[in-house]
């Protein structure tokens, strides 16, 4: 259903570093710099057939986050779940909400952290399931 999920940034290059290491932690390859038409820059991570952005925002406003808004990665094990987490916190991000693991029945294990621009992120892995 999806194709792309794309995120503000006020600092593209804090926020490159930051996911480069967050989603290198996934299997995703170093963003892709781009230019957009309006001379914004943008950066692409593609992986596994998704496409995450982060940009300046095209309209020369400053970004902002979207209450209620989550964009979840999936992760393989509770051990890449942490990693994730770590990863994250070290480079930038906040911890946010319980600590890393299983929630209720323990048919799914969360990790939630906000980025360096406040976008709320989630890993999440459901054992017995492919990621």
């Known amino acids: 259903m999806l194709n792309h999920v794309m995120?503000?940034?006020q600092d593209i290059e804090r926020a490159k570093r930051f996911y480069d290491a967050v989603l290198g932690v996934l299997g995703a390859p170093e963003g892709m710099r781009n230019t957009g038409p309006g001379g914004h820059q943008r950066v692409f991570w593609r992986h596994d057939g998704n496409t995450f952005g982060i940009t300046e925002p095209i309209n020369g406003e400053a970004p902002s986050v979207s209450n209620g808004a989550t964009i979840g990665f999936k992760c393989t094990s509770p051990e890449q779940l942490q990693q994730f987490h770590d990863v994250a916190v070290a480079h930038g991000g906040t911890a946010i909400e319980d600590a890393p693991g299983p929630r209720g029945d323990g048919?799914?294990?969360?990790a939630y952290v906000r980025d360096p621009d406040g976008h709320k992120l989630c890993g999440l892995y459901r054992p017995g399931r492919k990621a």
């Not at 048919?107 to 969360?110: K, N």
Request: hydrophobic letters at 45%.
């Open 7 to 9: 995120v503000g940034s």
């Open 107 to 110: 048919s799914m294990h969360l």
